[in-house]
């Protein structure tokens, strides 16, 4: 890890503690949202070596299918200047995908390049999307926005399948540290059907010294402008059970934000995630969710803006009591 990281949190940390991970979550949606994948790139430490491994992660949302390719840990590297990441000949960074994967359960070959990005806006005292909590050591997990829209174009060929995705939409995140929270919710679109619009919402447990807190980020992008809720910027968030699903309300000063969140339970992929000194089927992650969003203006409670978005990305992790109101 080095100062430039610490900026920059999109790129590559390095190993920090005995358990490890890092990893990078790129998810693209075709122009007419009926294809919808998460390509996950990343590498674990564990304390003796023993399951030291990098991987990609292949989650196909809308057929319900998911590959787990391990690598040797010495098949990843990272440059150190640019967000680019390489896992066993595949490269995956902030100007696109190239594939070059012909693993035991996944063959994907192609190109997807990225433009236009929306970025989540940071400064100097406020790293990426996290803020000044980069700098603070030893937290169980980190998180980075490093892209909350971009354009696409390319193709990639898939399992034998044909995937044209120009004209589709994308957005990267990542997560690096010693483990997933022991609960959290993840919820992102990027699919609305009014406007150009681009939602990010995570809220987690986050165990801190000898106490423990309820950390939240959450980013609206409404044309060429960006509304922030977190805890950074004194927002206040209430979580309420909805069936199983939830509703998020949350509250800055000027603006109020509610998120209601809609997916079917056999809609679910499990996928792999960082616990104990493995890497173990954790995670459940939809990415045919829906959403609905209302923006208000504090003072009059106008209505800023209100839609709706599909193939949104949900994942309600760990025990929910623990993050809910």
Known sequence: MNLKSLRNPDLYHG???KNYFEGWYFKLVDSKMKNAFAFIPGVFFSPTGKYDHAFIQVVDGMNKRYQYERFAANDFSAAGDIFSVNV??????????????????????GQVGFSNHLDWPDSFLNPGSMGFYNYIPKMQCYAQVCAMDFDLKGSLEVNGQSFDFRGGKGYIEKNWG????YSWIWIQCNNFRKA?????CSLAHIPFLVSNFRGFLVGLYVGNYFYKFTKMNRSKVEVLQKGTDLVMHLKNRHHSLTIDCATNSEDFILLNGPRGNQMVPLVQEN??????????????GKVIYEDSGICAGVEYGGDQMMVLD
């Open 287 to 300: 990415l045919q969710g829906k959403v609905a969003v209302i923006l208000k203006e504090n003072t009059r």
């Open 88 to 109: 066993g000949g595949s490269s995956f960074g902030r100007s696109g995908l190239d594939f070059n994967l012909a693993g035991a359960e996944a063959k994907i070959k």
């Open 196 to 200: 150009h619009a681009s939602l990010s």
């Open 15 to 17: 190993r920090r503690g």
């Open 178 to 181: 010693s483990a997933f929270p």
